[in-house]
């Protein structure tokens, strides 16, 4: 079956700490991927895509991910957390937009 | 508005009573989708409009849901009979067409609650 799975459900890390964020994917071939973003009280924000090409995906903010097919996996990256990133992260897939799939969200605290 | 707007923000109404939520669009997107995202849970996907075709409603968790949109632009979703478990921020999105890779745009969503 089609799902994303984010195993983290709340990471906490310190202020300027790198960032790691885990996604699977189970499809049967590469789904378009995606990362978004919500802030308390906010709409959900696109960080960055990938759907083909370049393995590594450069997003706004300061955020990559890198897609590994070998480990279905997308993970997302910041080598420097601030402050402001505090939020819900949703990894999501899809391989046509009327059937997208999210994962359960990792909510990222970050310490002073 | 630059932005996918939806009304009300919140709503809270009693048990067994009908609902309904709605959706604005970014002017020009074709696209428009409904999610649920209940406590600690991902993003439900409910139903999904594209131009003028039929909407796929695969995600529809019962008949009490159901959901419309006049002209290719703005949409409802009702609830009816609502139930405790239906709970929820429903969040709308739009995008510019039917292509894979485009943004999905999120709206603020409205918080659902069920006493």
């Given amino acids: ?112 | 508005g630059a932005g996918v707007s939806q009304s009300p923000s919140n709503k809270v109404t009693e048990k067994g009573k009908d609902v309904e939520l709605r959706c604005d669009p970014i002017s020009g997107h074709t696209a428009l989708y409904w999610y649920r995202q209940s406590l600690g849970q991902g993003l439900e996907f409910l139903i999904y409009f594209q131009g003028n075709s039929a909407p796929d409603k695969s995600g529809l968790p019962s008949d009490r849901f159901s959901a419309e949109r006049t002209g290719g632009s703005v949409s409802t979703l009702t609830i009816q009979r609502t139930q405790q478990e239906d709970s929820a921020v429903y969040l709308c999105a739009s995008h510019k067409s039917r292509d894979s890779y485009n943004e999905q745009f999120f709206g603020p969503g409205t918080r659902l609650t069920v006493l």
């Fill in chain 1, 1 to 112: 079956a089609q799902s994303v799975t984010q195993p983290d459900i709340h990471i906490t890390v310190s202020e300027g700490a790198s960032l790691e964020l885990r996604c699977n994917y189970s499809y049967g071939a590469t789904p378009y991927l995606f990362w978004y973003v919500q802030s308390p009280g906010q709409g959900l924000q696109l960080l960055l895509k990938y759907f083909s090409g370049d393995t590594l995906v450069q997003g706004i903010k300061g955020f990559e991910a890198e897609f590994k097919r070998s480990q279905s996996s997308f993970n997302l990256r910041k080598p420097s957390v601030h402050w402001s990133d505090a939020a819900e992260y949703f990894c999501a897939g899809t391989y046509n937009n009327n059937d997208m799939r999210f994962g359960a969200g990792t909510r990222l605290t970050v310490k002073p």
